[in-house]
């Protein structure tokens, strides 16, 4: 074993096992329902409203079939962040995972600044997003209302970490609560739903290409569930925890997705669906006779919670890379209900200027690019750690070594298909 391989071992041991002797100046204090509540908050999102057009204009009927493989994608790179977590239950995790695995500093702050540009370019989109929905009810200028959403927003991810998201779990029922009225609301003609379910399966070659392709728009609905490892310091009991919260949300959110699709592509003919500009909002209007607007209130709260799970992550992976040396001491500052107020004011601020000041048209896109980016690499450390270690620590979740591998070569496949497709 040469001296690299002898180091990265060493910093394995010494992150695994310095959580339990140095206990994290976070407050533990989230369930498995504060936990599950978060990661359906931070991945259940603006997505599905937009992408069941996209999905049934290259996939049709098929169209369900394309979120469960998304799924199963997901599910196999949540698994190598379950080990992870479980692990190093740490703040800013995928900078602690990939200093661990290869002793590169510079590569384990790059990986965590990685994870900070995404998420504030996301909390930003998701900001003016939200104005766009309020300025149907509330006349005012958007910068003044994205102002307003964010500064409000940032005031509750200051609270303390189990009351702002509890907070932030209310608004999630309210999110899935639309998705399962259109659900209920398509139950209501269930007999259609049952009698077509033949088409559900594709014939030949070219449909299941069709499925392929839609998968590949699928992934994105999903991404934000990983943001659980983040908050992973702040569990009450982060082995069981961590890994059951993931493959819920994960689990949960394709059942609701697939769902929501399949009805919609049975209520509103599929060219039509990929036509509409809001074809969620089309689908609802078809089934209930209600008038779209309601659709969008939902649509507000359900980009407000984003804004609110953005902040809350963000803060807690800039306290830990400052935690790790890589950002400025002062990041570490908590407040006397355990939050890292400072490093999440630091967050509202970066959120604000970038949704006021810059325009996104294009950027939303390079989240999804960056986050696969960061997929490849912590599936990367996972395969290096498992390699370069004597035997797994004990009590923590371990998968097969070709969980990592399956991961790795998925996220980069996906991610060569989004550049050069």
């Given at each position: 074993m040469n001296l690299r391989d002898r180091a990265a071992r060493r910093q394995v041991h010494k992150l695994t096992s310095a959580t339990p002797q140095n206990p994290s100046n976070l407050k533990q204090s989230l369930s498995l329902t504060h936990a599950v509540l978060y990661g359906l908050g931070v991945t259940i999102g603006a997505g599905i409203y937009v992408l069941v057009g996209a999905a049934a204009g290259r996939s049709g009927m098929h169209a369900p079939l394309a979120f469960f493989a998304a799924a199963i994608v997901m599910a196999i790179t949540g698994a190598s962040f379950a080990e992870l977590g479980t692990r190093m239950p740490v703040a800013a995790s995928e900078a602690a995972y990939v200093q661990a695995a290869f002793g590169r500093k510079w590569l384990s702050a790059a990986t965590g600044y990685l994870v900070v540009i995404a998420a504030v370019i996301s909390g930003a989109t998701i900001s003016v997003g939200?104005?766009?929905?309020?300025?149907?009810?509330?006349?005012?200028?958007?910068?003044?209302?994205?102002?307003?959403?964010?500064?409000?927003?940032?005031?509750?991810?200051?609270?303390?970490?189990?009351?702002?998201?509890?907070?932030?779990?209310?608004?999630?029922?309210?999110?899935?609560?639309g998705l399962a009225i259109i659900i209920v609301s398509g139950l209501a003609d269930g007999s259609s739903l049952i009698s077509r379910l033949p088409e559900l399966w594709p014939a030949d070659l070219a449909a299941w290409?069709?499925?392929?392709?839609?998968?590949?728009?699928?992934?994105?609905?999903?991404?934000?569930?990983?943001?659980?490892?983040?908050?992973?310091e702040e569990m009450r009991d982060p082995m069981r925890t961590l890994p059951r919260a993931l493959f819920i949300t994960v689990g949960v959110t394709a059942l609701l997705y697939a769902s929501v699709v399949w009805?919609?592509?049975?209520?509103?003919?599929?060219?039509?669906?990929?036509?509409?500009?809001?074809?969620?909002?089309?689908?609802?209007?078809?089934?209930?006779?209600?008038?779209?607007?309601?659709?969008?209130?939902?649509?507000?709260?359900?980009?407000?919670?984003?804004?609110?799970?953005?902040?809350?992550?963000?803060?807690?992976?800039?306290?830990?890379?400052?935690?790790?040396?890589?950002?400025?001491?002062?990041?570490?500052?908590?407040?006397?209900?355990?939050?890292?107020?400072?490093?999440?004011?630091?967050?509202?601020a970066a959120i604000l200027v970038l949704a006021v000041s810059v325009p996104l048209t294009g950027l939303a896109e390079w989240t999804s690019r960056v986050t696969l980016a960061i997929f490849a690499v912590v599936n990367m450390a996972l395969i290096r750690i498992k390699t370069t270690e004597a035997k797994p620590p004990a009590g923590v979740f371990i998968v097969p070594p070709w969980v990592p591998v399956a991961g790795l070569a998925l996220s980069v496949l996906l991610l060569l298909i989004d550049i050069f497709g």
């Open positions: 939200s104005a766009g929905y309020i300025s149907v009810f509330v006349p005012l200028p958007s910068s003044l209302i994205i102002s307003g959403v964010v500064l409000a927003m940032g005031a509750v991810a200051c609270l303390a970490t189990a009351s702002s998201i509890s907070f932030a779990g209310v608004m999630t029922l309210i999110e899935i609560g290409t069709g499925v392929g392709q839609a998968a590949l728009l699928a992934v994105f609905a999903f991404v934000g569930f990983e943001h659980l490892v983040n908050i992973s009805i919609a592509v049975t209520a509103v003919p599929p060219p039509e669906l990929a036509a509409s500009p809001a074809p969620l909002a089309l689908v609802f209007q078809r089934l209930t006779g209600l008038p779209i607007q309601t659709l969008s209130a939902i649509a507000i709260v359900a980009t407000v919670n984003g804004i609110i799970v953005h902040m809350i992550m963000i803060g807690r992976v800039m306290y830990g890379l400052a935690s790790l040396g890589s950002l400025p001491a002062f990041l570490k500052a908590v407040s006397a209900s355990g939050v890292p107020v400072v490093a999440t004011l630091v967050a509202v």
